[in-house]
């Protein structure tokens, strides 16, 4: 962000490569992006040199820790993070093994699926 001081913190929840350079382009100095779940793509956040610059960090993990839920939580709280449009679908907990079978055929895009007791 050229002229505005970018942001301290960043999360992907989508895992695409396009979306990971998107959310690291809008971090400022010493921001960190998180990286939220597992993906095929490859992360490529640019040349080193201008990442090292910049002083970012990245953090990756699978979204069960239960401190980065938390925090998660409360962003979605404050209204400051909108997961809604990576959710694929939401199932009752009846339908859990039809969310099974949809995660094991890779089954929608993007593809996560909320299960609602």
């Known amino acids: 962000m050229p002229r505005g001081r970018g942001l301290d913190v960043a999360f992907d929840v989508v895992a695409r490569r396009s979306t990971m350079a998107q959310a690291d382009a809008a971090l400022g100095r010493r921001g960190q992006l998180v990286l939220v779940g597992i993906s095929a793509d490859l992360v490529d956040l640019g040349p ?43 199932l009752p907990l009846e339908d859990i093994a039809e969310g099974v079978r949809r995660l094991e055929e890779n089954e929608g895009n993007p593809l996560r699926i909320v299960i609602r007791p």
Do not use: M, N, Q
Request: glycine share 6%; charged share 35%; net charge positive.
């Open 48 to 90: 080193e040199a201008d990442y090292a610059a910049r002083r970012h960090t990245v953090t990756g993990h699978f979204g069960y820790r239960k401190r980065r839920i938390e925090e998660l939580v409360t962003l979605v709280a404050c209204g400051r993070l909108d997961p809604s449009r990576s959710v694929s679908e939401v």
